[in-house]
Nanobody
């Protein structure tokens, strides 16, 4: 089992940057594909990015070129570097762990509680 705790959210102006972190408990972090999702008020949870256990990445078109997902298996930590932030990036951001590399939220077995990102225009 994996427990996930996100941090790093906050209020930022449009065009600014934030770095989210997701600390994972357990000794098997490196075996999971790790993803970031986000959910804005009144909207469904949407895929942001995923990174495999070996470091391969996939991004949603809406964040490609602006966001970078990475992981440090030695520190059991997942990251999301967010640059050139836009108002439409405002959402609660969640990290999640999966046994497979997938963009579908239903494919994730473990979820954190989320961290709020608010981008002012």
């Amino acid at each position: 089992q994996v427990q996930l705790v996100e941090s790093g959210g906050g209020l930022v102006q449009a065009g600014g940057s934030l770095r989210l972190s997701c600390a994972a408990s357990g000794r098997t972090f490196s075996r999971y594909a790790m993803g970031w999702f986000r959910q804005a008020p009144g909207k469904e949870r949407e895929f942001v990015a995923v990174i495999s256990w070996s470091g391969s990445t996939v991004y949603a078109d809406s964040v490609k070129g602006r966001f970078t997902i990475s992981r440090d298996n030695a520190k059991n930590t997942l990251y999301l570097q967010m640059n050139s932030l836009k108002a439409e990036d405002t959402a609660r951001y969640y990290c999640a762990a999966s046994y497979t590399i997938t963009q579908a939220s239903g494919g994730y077995n473990y979820w954190g509680q989320g961290t709020q990102v608010t981008v002012s225009s």
